[in-house]
Antibody, heavy 121, light 107 residues
Framework: EVQLVESGGGLVQPGGSLRLSCAASGFTFSTYSMHWVRQAPGKGLEWVSDISSTTSTIFYADSVKGRFTISRDNAKNSLYLQMNSLRDEDTAVYYC??????????????WGQGTLVTVSS | DIQMTQSPSTLSASVGDRVTITCRASQSIISWLAWYQHKPGKAPKLLIYKASSLESGVPSRFSGSGSGTEFTLTISSLQPDDFATYYCQQYNSYPLTFGGGTKVEIK
């Protein structure tokens, strides 16, 4: 059974940093691209970033480019999102999701239950 | 960026009703469209990919159609478990973009 479990969310002040993690199991993690998607309170889903299976290709939404960094450790079956210079509008539930085999824009076949990030003073 | 517009934003329906949700893309995405079901506090769930392909394990009352810029998700007979918010998502090009969501409520 595919499982994705996010962790690392919490309360952080504007301008602060936070690192999210996503632990994957139930599939060969090293062969799939992985994504982060977020949902602000009362809003819809917003794609944030993705990373190919070999880390050769990385994409970001304009809203986070230059502030967030996606990475992965295939030996640990883990996905990460380093979030710097956080803003109030980054407050959201952050989901990790499995994408394509390898790389490329794709649908998201499996999702975690999310971790809440709150940016507030 | 490709804009995805869903309608309606809210839909009130009864168990047994046929429900149709529309998703429009700002430019052609061929058939690179997915539909998701999302319930509060839960992980979003993939229902349909490539506009009309039913994900394994998803009940056959869900169906998708369309191509180019116009797509629909149909629930043939609404069940109690189907009350949720539904999102379309294009994966024709980056950035991946979602529709604003359609909340299906109990009438």
């Amino acid at each position: 059974e595919v499982q994705l479990v996010e962790s690392g969310g919490g309360l952080v002040q504007p301008g602060g940093s936070l690192r999210l993690s996503c632990a994957a199991s139930g599939f060969t993690f090293s062969t799939y691209s992985m994504h982060w998607v977020r949902q602000a309170p009362g809003k819809g889903l917003e794609w944030v970033s993705d990373i190919s299976s070999t880390t050769s290709t990385i994409f970001y939404a304009d809203s986070v480019k230059g502030r967030f960094t996606i990475s992965r450790d295939n030996a640990k079956n883990s996905l990460y999102l380093q979030m710097n210079s956080l803003r109030d509008e980054d407050t959201a539930v952050y989901y990790c999701a499995r994408g394509a085999y390898g790389s490329g824009s794709y649908y998201l076949g499996y999702w975690g239950q999310g971790t809440l990030v709150t940016v507030s003073s | 960026d490709i804009q995805m517009t869903q309608s309606p934003s809210t839909l009130s329906a009864s168990v047994g009703d046929r429900v149709t949700i529309t998703c429009r893309a700002s430019q052609s995405i061929i058939s690179w469209l997915a539909w998701y079901q999302h319930k509060p506090g839960k992980a979003p769930k993939l229902l349909i990919y490539k506009a009309s392909s039913l994900e394994s394990g998803v009940p056959s009352r869900f169906s998708g159609s369309g191509s180019g810029t116009e797509f629909t998700l149909t629930i043939s007979s609404l069940q109690p478990d189907d009350f949720a918010t539904y999102y379309c998502q294009q994966y024709n090009s980056y950035p991946l973009t979602f529709g604003g969501g359609t909340k299906v409520e109990i009438k």
